[in-house]
């Protein structure tokens, strides 16, 4: 497989590219589900739990001050893109309008299609984390999770949720789709975070 799908990280890579990870030559389409073309039209983003709750439309969204980006992607099924380009809005400067419980202590991400994962809010509240719209120039398109996903750089990448339209907050931790079948609670790459221990 490798060679034709996958390569070895060159030596100056090497330290980009987690335990058990190859380099992927494309940019692998994995999904638990169908794909789910949404129009931007009818798009909704909702707040709720322990915090005030609002609703965002796609203009509300693209109001926002936007930025440009460029992460490395890693997949819990072993592979890796180094340098993927996007264009959103950073986690960070969403979070300025909305008002927070002191008591939250995690996010569970709600996506279209009833899929969910959850995140502690330390691993939220990170400068690098970005809601994206844009891969490479392009709108975001719905097999890669468009109009928009969440871009959590520094976890697997299955904490990114493609098609994402809510954030409950929680001061508790609830565990997502792929949590509750056995993945692992938080997912860190460089730790190989991959699965449960209850599954192991």
Not at 84 to 101: I, N, P, R, S
Request: aromatic share 16%; proline share 6%.
């Amino acid at each position: 497989m490798l060679g034709k799908f996958f390569r070895k990280p060159e030596s100056d890579q090497a330290g980009r590219v987690p335990p058990g990870q190859h380099l992927t030559n494309g940019f692998p389409v994995l999904t638990y589900g169908s794909t789910l073309p949404i129009s931007t039209e009818n798009w909704q983003f909702r707040v709720w739990g322990k915090a005030k709750e609002a609703v965002f439309s796609w203009v509300d969204f693209l109001s926002l001050p936007q930025s440009s980006f460029t992460a490395d992607f890693h997949c819990v099924t072993t592979w890796s893109k180094l340098d993927v380009q996007w264009t959103g809005v950073k986690v960070l400067d969403f979070m300025q309008h909305l008002e927070v419980d002191s008591t939250a202590a995690h996010v569970m991400e709600h996506c279209y299609g009833d899929y969910t994962t959850n995140i502690a809010l330390e691993d939220f509240l990170r400068d690098e984390n970005f809601f994206a719209h844009t891969l490479f120039g392009e709108p975001l398109p719905p097999d890669h999770g468009g109009p928009l996903r969440l871009v959590v750089p520094h976890l697997y990448a299955w904490k990114s949720a493609k098609w994402i339209n809510g954030l409950e907050f929680l001061d508790h931790e609830e565990l997502g789709f792929w949590e509750r079948n056995g993945y692992h609670r938080r997912g860190e790459p460089w730790a190989e975070e991959r699965y449960s221990s209850r599954f192991s």
